[in-house]
């Protein structure tokens, strides 16, 4: 949530904003295309590169052109209220320890297209390799653009361009055996498929029409879904929440199918959001279950 709005010559200002850590939200792997300067962040998003600060509880994003407000507040999901979903997590015992890892992320609201693409090259991949083969995809097939201070960018390249790029060309770039799934991932969007249609299927639907593309798996598209299509219900799961679920809720052991699938029911429908605090209490806690101890 936030207080309110304030445009004038190209700077977004928005002030009284409830759980806003820029750098948590920035740096935890949602999105590819985010640097560090020296007072915020500079990234690349739906065709605009812009900075973002943070100063005294304000957020500022320039530039900015005034019909873009929208945009921006969605982007950074500020209409939600993360202060009652954190009071939630304060309220359950096994959820409690993962709010001061995690306090001030927010779940960005991402172009699916450039979403599906990153998150399947994420496959087997650690944070750092995938920015890079996300900038060199960039630099390889998106067109260019220029801030006024004259930091040059590139935007992330259409459905057509990657889909007229040889397998050779996305392996030159880090892309590896994912290569063929982006290509032609890419070509099924550029044929005609809207990804704007899973916004408002069931989440189960939703994920059964992603596992059609090439290369994209239940955490794959449990991304997807979470990151840029508004189904805060989805929860992906991969090697850190998986050692969570163990140590938070079942002591230890694997949880099954139906016992997974209870307590996603008990989060509710902010489930996926919830997800993100868990995977950053298990990732900073560099969590490991008792079976996983005693092994090591």
């Known amino acids: 949530m936030f207080e309110k709005t304030h445009w004038e010559s190209g700077v977004l200002t928005i002030t009284g ?24 962040w500079f990234g690349v998003a739906f065709g605009r590169g812009v900075y973002a600060e943070t100063d005294e509880g304000a957020l500022r994003i320039f530039p900015c052109a005034k019909e873009d407000v929208p945009l921006w507040l969605n982007y950074f999901d500020l209409a939600r209220d993360y202060a009652a979903i954190e009071t939630q997590l304060c309220a359950d015992t096994r959820l409690s320890a993962c709010v001061p890892y995690a306090s001030g992320i927010r779940v960005l609201n991402q172009e699916p297209f450039e979403t599906l693409i990153t998150f399947i090259l994420s496959a087997n991949n650690n944070t750092g390799r995938i920015a890079g083969i996300v900038a060199r995809l960039c630099a390889c097939a998106g067109k260019l653009g220029t801030m006024k201070d004259g930091r040059e960018y590139r935007l992330f390249p259409t459905p057509e361009a990657i889909a007229n790029l040889g397998e050779a060309e996305l392996r030159d770039i880090g892309a ?15 044929n005609g498929f809207d990804l704007e249609t899973l916004r408002a299927m069931p989440l189960p639907e939703a994920r059964r029409v992603l596992a059609a593309f090439p290369g994209v798996g239940p955490k794959v598209a449990d991304c997807v879904l979470l990151f840029s299509l508004g189904h ?15 140590t ?37 806690r560099k969590l490991a279950t008792k079976r996983e101890k005693k092994e090591g």
């Open 248 to 284: 938070l809720f079942f002591d230890g052991e694997t949880p099954g199918r139906r016992e997974t699938e209870r307590l996603l029911h008990e989060l509710g429908p902010m489930s996926g959001i919830i997800q993100q605090y868990i995977f950053h209490y298990a990732r900073e």
């Open 176 to 190: 590896g055996y994912r290569a063929p799934y982006v290509r032609e991932s890419a070509r099924m969007v550029a």
């Open 232 to 246: 805060t219900d989805a929860f992906p799961v991969d090697v850190w929440i998986g050692r969570a679920l163990k």
């Open 17 to 40: 904003i409830e759980r806003l850590d820029l750098d948590r939200t920035l740096a935890c792997g949602q999105s590819f295309r985010w640097e560090k300067t020296e007072q915020g």
